[in-house]
């Protein structure tokens, strides 16, 4: 699905995951049913895993932005 191809392509950019789920483009084409089973998907899992693990390496969680 394109949403889902979308929210792995912006989190991989280093987006953060709840930014990209408040974008028009994702809040307009998700149910919230729908939206929690996207957030189910291997692929998904795998590029939070991967955002979680950089921010471990660099020690860059987020908290001063």
């Known amino acids: 699905e394109r949403v889902v191809e979308y929210v792995i392509r ?34 998904v899992v795998s590029a939070l895993e991967e955002q979680i693990a950089q921010s471990f390496k660099t020690h860059d969680f987020g908290l001063l932005s």
Request: no cysteine.
């Open 10 to 43: 912006e989190v991989n950019a280093g987006r953060k995951l709840t930014d990209a789920l408040a974008d028009p483009y994702v809040k307009n084409r998700l149910s919230e049913d729908r939206l929690s089973k996207v957030l189910e998907t291997p692929e």
